[in-house]
């Protein structure tokens, strides 16, 4: 399957650059699915809306193409995925020698998987539920609802799912 | 659940010293990674969010991140979500 990632980056008129050399990958202490290249999947209003909310009017999106197929770790989409991401958090904390006090978070235990254990996959991707207004209540007495608008990211580890020839900047529009 | 993923970690945990575990697991830390811990990322996905959930989700939003450029090569001109 073929999905639309939108890329945001601040404005420091450099965009020539950045569509000859492709997305910026992420190595910061914020990456919340690990080390690689962030894309939101698909709705262009949560790249804006971060692009407001950090850099005000300067800033940048980029869009591209990305294959979501066998070597995605869909943790949005796949409930095989997300139970076995459960088990091998369990593993790891039932089973490493962790001292007191250690948390085992998302991204520690991601880069461990890569780093030593040999995680297959080239991309993660998931998911958060910010927005109330995009809910739908499955009806009853109960307070469930589905949800309609979540921010999905893409962290591509690799970018060989990845478009390059589709990589461009659409916004502003120049 | 038996995955191959599963079952490389099982493996690798059972055939290292606590003092190779320390290492490996230090190297982790070195990273400085601060994302959400399990409990804020389960939470996050759980597909029956009810309202008052949804509206802690709004103070721990996982995606309020300042991503900044440091890849070799690239030169430091951006920050990226």
Known sequence: MLTIGYHTLQDRDNVDDIENSGPIKCTTKAAWLGHGYYFWDYNMHWAHNFGKSRYGESYMIFEAEIALNQETYDLYGNVRHKMEFKELWDELKENGYFEIGEEITVPKLIEYLKRYIGFSYSSIRAADTPDRESRISYGGKRDEYLILNERVQICLITKKNLSLQSFRVIYPEF | ?81
């Open chain 2, 1 to 81: 659940m038996n995955t191959p993923l599963l079952q490389k970690l099982r493996e690798h945990l059972s055939s290292i010293s606590k003092e190779q575990f320390r290492k490996e697991w230090t190297d982790i830390e070195s990273l400085g990674l601060e994302g959400p811990n399990y409990e804020e990322f389960i939470q996050a996905l759980s597909t029956s969010v009810k309202v008052t959930d949804i509206q802690i989700l709004n103070v721990k939003s996982l995606f309020n991140l300042e991503l900044v450029n440091v890849q070799a090569g690239e030169s430091s001109f951006a920050t990226a979500a």
